[in-house]
Each structure stands twice: as structure tokens, then as C-alpha cells.
């Protein structure tokens, strides 16, 4: 399977803690995206990648937040003391960019629940 | 601000019924629209897009989605569901900005019973 993968699946931690997720975009794709989504909520986008340039940063990405994509190809998304606040499924998906709008794969989310 | 708007939060249908989920947008420029189902502890999965060109398009398993550019509208329909049809359903808009940031809708939790 060529896919979107992300991990862990799931992340459970301590308020206060750091965590870092990956994300494995599909390997021909250049642009990557970091989206949260809550409970009830739809996706919510946090920011964007296109090869190793971060280009558009969301306000909802405070500066615990850090996202890398070294050598344009896996990306890390960070959250330095972690809140409870900071509970929910971190989705990352790809697309090749073609022309202004193109189509985005999503990865299966990573889970986490902060106590 | 632009917006996505999926006004029924949860939509339940005897199985072989047909279903619509309501989408509306926001917008004044060029848009491009999107829906994804998510099955239960899943990632997004896309069922179908509109770029340009026809209004009406198809995914492969029988759902179909209308673009309606003086209603903002891009309903989602089936004529008739099954059972593995159950997930949650989300409108996503992209606006013509350069690049293709999603801007997605509440969701819709599309229930099927037999």
C-alpha cells in the first residue's frame, strides 16, 4: 500500500509532556498538510508544506507547535507541554501540486488524548 | 470570513432509501468542492470532487454531488443506501488562492438501518 501513513496511531500522554507524530506522505507527492480535528468537528487545517518549505501557518498553531519537513519527503509535527486541550486526531495528507488546486490524501490520523 | 455549512449533524435512513446531505458555502471567487467519508476510526477517504466542467459528478459507488453556483450548494446524494454506507460525511471547500488549504464542514453522520 502506497498511502498516506502516519505515527503513532495513537498517543496518550501526560499534560506537561512533549510528543512528536510523523507523517509519510505518499512518495511522488509534494505538498503536505497538517489538519486537527476534534470531537463533532470537522478537520481543521494547521499548516502546509510544499517540498521542504513551510508556507502557511494556521493562528491555531501556537508556538508549542513545530512542523518540519526535512529533505521535502516525511514530515514531524511536534507539541512541546502538551495541554489537555491539545487532545485530538492529527490528520496529515498529501496531493501533487498541478495546477492552483489539487486533491489530498489523507493519512489515518494520529490519536491523542492528553490526561 | 469563507464558510462551510452541513446543516444536519446526523441524518437517519432506512437501508435501500434514497439520501441527500446538504452543503453550502461561502465564498465571492472560484471554488472547488470536495467530499470525504470517514468510516469509524478511520482517516478521510475522498468520494468525490468538483474542479470544473460538468456540475454534476459521480463517485464509484453510487453517490453523486450537484454544484449549484447561485445556491453555493454541493448536495451529496445516493438513491439508494446500504448499511456500509454508515460514516460521517464532510463537505470540504478549497478556494483559488494558489494553493489548496481545505476548509471542511461540521460533518454529517450519516446513519443506516435495516
Known amino acids: 500500500d502506497t498511502g498516506v501513513s502516519q505515527d503513532p496511531r495513537h498517543k496518550i500522554t501526560k499534560r506537561g509532556q512533549n510528543v512528536t507524530f510523523r507523517c509519510d506522505p505518499i512518495s511522488e507527492h509534494n505538498r503536505l498538510y497538517w489538519y486537527r480535528q476534534t470531537l463533532g468537528q470537522g478537520p481543521e487545517f494547521l499548516t502546509y508544506?510544499?517540498?521542504?518549505?513551510?508556507?502557511?501557518k494556521s493562528r491555531l498553531l501556537s508556538d508549542r507547535f513545530s512542523a518540519e519537513r526535512p529533505k521535502g519527503s516525511f514530515s514531524t509535527l511536534e507539541i512541546q507541554r502538551t495541554e489537555q486541550g491539545d487532545s485530538a486526531m492529527y490528520l496529515c495528507a498529501s496531493s501533487l501540486a498541478q495546477t492552483s488546486t489539487d486533491t489530498q490524501y489523507f493519512g489515518p490520523g494520529t490519536r491523542l488524548t492528553v490526561l | 470570513a469563507q464558510s462551510v455549512t452541513q446543516l444536519d449533524s446526523q441524518v437517519p435512513v432506512f437501508e435501500e432509501a434514497p439520501v441527500e446531505l446538504r452543503c453550502n458555502y461561502s465564498s465571492s471567487v472560484s471554488v472547488y468542492l470536495f467530499w470525504y467519508v470517514q468510516y469509524p476510526n478511520q482517516g478521510l477517504q475522498l468520494l468525490l470532487k468538483?474542479?470544473?466542467?460538468?456540475?454534476l459528478v459521480e463517485s464509484i459507488n453510487g453517490f453523486e454531488a450537484e454544484f449549484n453556483k447561485s445556491q453555493t450548494s454541493f448536495h451529496l446524494r445516493k438513491p439508494s443506501v446500504h448499511i456500509s454506507d454508515t460514516a460521517e460525511y464532510f463537505c470540504a471547500v478549497s478556494w483559488d488562492s494558489g494553493y489548496s488549504t481545505l476548509t471542511f464542514g461540521k460533518g454529517t453522520m450519516l446513519l443506516v438501518s435495516p
Open positions: 468538483y474542479l470544473s466542467g460538468s456540475t
Open positions: 508544506f510544499q517540498n521542504e518549505a513551510q508556507l502557511e
